[in-house]
């Protein structure tokens, strides 16, 4: 079993819709998690970080994380075509925040 | 900002010959630097941690005398694909943190290794 698993996609959508993606892990003792959006041929930007439990949002991009289910999202409210990309979800490696375990990405594709 | 550059952005090389891509901090100090190789729709696998001034730690299953690590500066790391292979071909990306245990890493645009 991969440490974090994370479905490939692609995944489609229109213009304007809400877009969730999804990310599962199964190490308990994860409690830090952060969400990349990756173009293609580029490096990874870092999106947004959580710390433990809960939500936390930054402007159309909310990141979810439930321990109990060890569980994390990212929803994108109001999808642009901008917005198309590889969207990666990451956890430290214990030891250091920058050594990171990646899920396999989300391709996501946000058609006019 | 912090800014992560590679170089070279992508690479062809004959099968047999070494490769060596850069990745610098452009404006700050890294102490530690991570190397991470991406195949084609997968995710990024972390080979080694590159560590200022000492030996590199690679990750299990990664041969430490294939992918030689040299990291002799705050601002600089290099990766050397010693005898490349075809099945070497990858998207090889680096990343650093502004300090050590740093909450954000930042990287590089990565560099696309064509073995021929």
């Known amino acids: 079993q991969k440490e974090v698993e994370q479905d490939p996609g692609p995944l489609s959508v229109p213009e304007g819709a809400i877009v969730s993606l999804n990310c599962t892990y199964s190490n308990s003792a994860f409690q830090y998690f952060m969400w990349y959006r990756q173009y293609s041929r580029k490096g990874p930007e870092l999106l947004m970080y959580?710390?433990?439990?809960g939500n936390k949002e930054d402007g159309r991009f909310t990141a979810q994380v439930d321990k109990s289910s060890k569980y994390i999202s990212l929803f994108i409210r109001d999808s642009q075509p901008s917005d198309s990309a590889t969207y990666l979800c990451?956890?430290?490696?214990?030891?250091?925040?920058?050594?990171?375990?990646f899920g396999a990405g989300t391709r996501l594709a946000v058609h006019p | 900002g912090a800014v992560v550059s590679q170089h070279p952005s992508w690479v062809i090389c004959k099968s047999g010959t070494s490769v060596k891509i850069e990745c610098r901090s452009l404006?700050?100090?890294?102490?530690?630097m991570f190397w991470y190789r991406q195949f084609p729709k997968q995710s990024l696998m972390l080979m080694a941690t590159s560590n200022e001034g000492s030996k590199a730690t690679y990750e299990q299953g990664v041969e430490k005398d294939k992918f030689l690590i040299n990291h002799a500066s705050l601002t600089l790391s290099t990766l050397t694909v010693t005898s490349a292979h075809p099945e070497d071909s990858s998207f090889y990306i680096c990343?650093?943190?502004?300090?050590?245990?740093?909450?954000?890493?930042?990287f590089g645009q990565g560099t696309r290794l064509t073995v021929v």
């Open positions: 990451a956890t430290p490696f214990s030891g250091g925040y920058n050594k990171l375990i």
């Open positions: 959580t710390y433990s439990s």
């Open positions: 404006d700050f100090q890294a102490t530690t």
């Open positions: 990343s650093a943190s502004k300090v050590p245990g740093g909450t954000e890493a930042f």
